[in-house]
């Protein structure tokens, strides 16, 4: 079984930042693309932030300059540094990983979701 920890979310203030971490754990083999989706209060989920194996990244046009992605393989932990934050950054923060279990096929999993609140 494969599990995704996340951890990292909370209330900050506007112009804040906030570290979001989420950990694979389970009978993994290896994990390809990782990436963090926020869905915001009455708005369907969307994809901010990708980040390969081997360390590209993407970065959703609308938060270049103020998040960042990166990934640490031996830990198969991703992160999601967010600088300036503002009240429409307020959403539920996901992870996401594309994993293939030992002796199985890639497949998608999610994490639990972390509240981001922003605000003063």
């Known amino acids: 079984q494969v599990r995704l920890a996340e951890s990292g979310g909370g209330l900050v203030q506007p112009g804040g930042s906030l570290r979001l971490s989420c950990a694979a754990s389970g009978d993994i083999f290896s994990i390809n693309s990782m990436a963090w989706y926020r869905q915001a209060p009455g708005k369907s989920r969307e994809l901010i932030a990708s980040?390969?194996?081997?360390?590209?990244?993407y970065i959703v046009d609308y938060a270049k300059g103020r998040l960042d992605i990166s990934r640490d393989n031996a830990k198969g932990t991703v992160y999601l540094q967010m600088n300036g934050l503002n009240a429409e950054d307020t959403a539920v923060y996901y992870c996401f990983m594309n994993i293939r279990r030992m002796g199985g096929r890639p497949r998608d999993y999610w994490g639990q979701g972390t509240q981001v609140t922003v605000s003063s």
């Open positions: 980040i390969s194996t081997g360390g590209v990244s």
